[in-house]
């Protein structure tokens, strides 16, 4: 009975910490290469980049890129990288300007991408505004096939993130973990007809 006390007392005044987490829609545009028909190609990127912020210490306690689109066969898939930022910086802070610098990265496909924008105080969801980039532009490369896109090619081209402010908003009012939200916007692709790659 003491030992479930102090385990009551721990949680009330010790409650779980979350991060604040960010939800990006992605767009991107890619020019490639068919690798098996050796022709040139054009695909879309689109999906979510999650990210759990640690506000105070202005650093990403994890990331996560979920790609949606389809195979070469048309089928509708769904794929998920964790830890994929890769580099995360403040790269110029003035008085009234404060711009970001993120770079995202996964080996097994290649895929890398760096991205700039200017931060803004914005409500996220949380009670507090925070200083966050509603907009994130630059370019992709990704030197391997990747599923989810149309064509088993490679290529590069632009790519940008716009915060999705409701995702965002409902994510922290609900106080879930990184993990939670991605489960969210997983099973909400799935049930729009995206399968698990």
Same mark, same amino acid.
């Given at each position: 009975? %003491?030992?479930?006390?102090?385990?009551?007392?721990?949680?009330?005044?010790?409650?779980?910490?979350?991060?604040?987490?960010?939800?990006? /829609?992605?767009?991107?545009? %890619?020019?490639?290469?068919?690798?098996?028909?050796?022709?040139?190609?054009?695909? /879309?990127?689109?999906?979510?980049?999650?990210?759990?912020?640690?506000? *105070?210490?202005?650093?990403?306690?994890?990331?996560?890129?979920?790609?949606?689109?389809?195979?070469?066969?048309?089928?509708?898939?769904?794929? &998920?990288?964790?830890?994929?930022?890769?580099?995360?910086?403040?790269?110029? /802070?003035? #008085?009234?300007?404060?711009?970001?610098?993120?770079?995202?990265?996964?080996?097994?496909?290649?895929?890398?991408?760096?991205?700039?924008?200017? *931060? /803004?105080? &914005?409500?996220?969801?949380?009670?507090?505004?925070?200083?966050?980039?509603?907009?994130?532009?630059?370019?992709? %490369?990704? #030197?391997?096939?990747?599923?989810?896109?149309?064509?088993? #090619?490679?290529?590069?081209?632009?790519?940008?993130?716009?915060?999705?402010?409701?995702?965002?908003?409902?994510?922290?009012?609900?106080?879930?973990?990184?993990?939670?939200?991605?489960?969210? %916007?997983?099973?909400?692709?799935?049930? #729009?007809?995206?399968?698990?790659?």
């Amino acid at each position: 009975m %003491i030992k479930l006390l102090t385990l009551l007392t721990v949680f009330i005044l010790c409650p779980p910490a979350y991060g604040e987490i960010l939800v990006y /829609k992605i767009a991107g545009n %890619i020019d490639g290469i068919d690798l098996e028909e050796e022709n040139n190609v054009k695909m /879309k990127l689109r999906g979510y980049l999650l990210m759990d912020m640690d506000f *105070t210490q202005n650093e990403i306690a994890g990331s996560t890129l979920i790609l949606s689109g389809s195979d070469d066969s048309q089928v509708d898939l769904q794929e &998920t990288i964790d830890n994929i930022v890769y580099e995360f910086n403040v790269i110029e /802070k003035t #008085s009234k300007y404060e711009y970001l610098s993120i770079e995202f990265f996964d080996e097994g496909y290649g895929f890398d991408a760096i991205l700039t924008g200017k *931060t /803004k105080n &914005t409500a996220i969801g949380s009670g507090n505004k925070q200083r966050v980039a509603k907009t994130l532009k630059g370019s992709v %490369i990704c #030197s391997e096939a990747i599923p989810v896109l149309d064509h088993n #090619s490679m290529g590069s081209g632009s790519i940008a993130l716009r915060l999705s402010l409701s995702k965002t908003s409902s994510t922290n009012r609900e106080r879930m973990s990184l993990r939670q939200a991605v489960i969210t %916007i997983q099973e909400a692709l799935y049930n #729009s007809g995206h399968e698990y790659y």
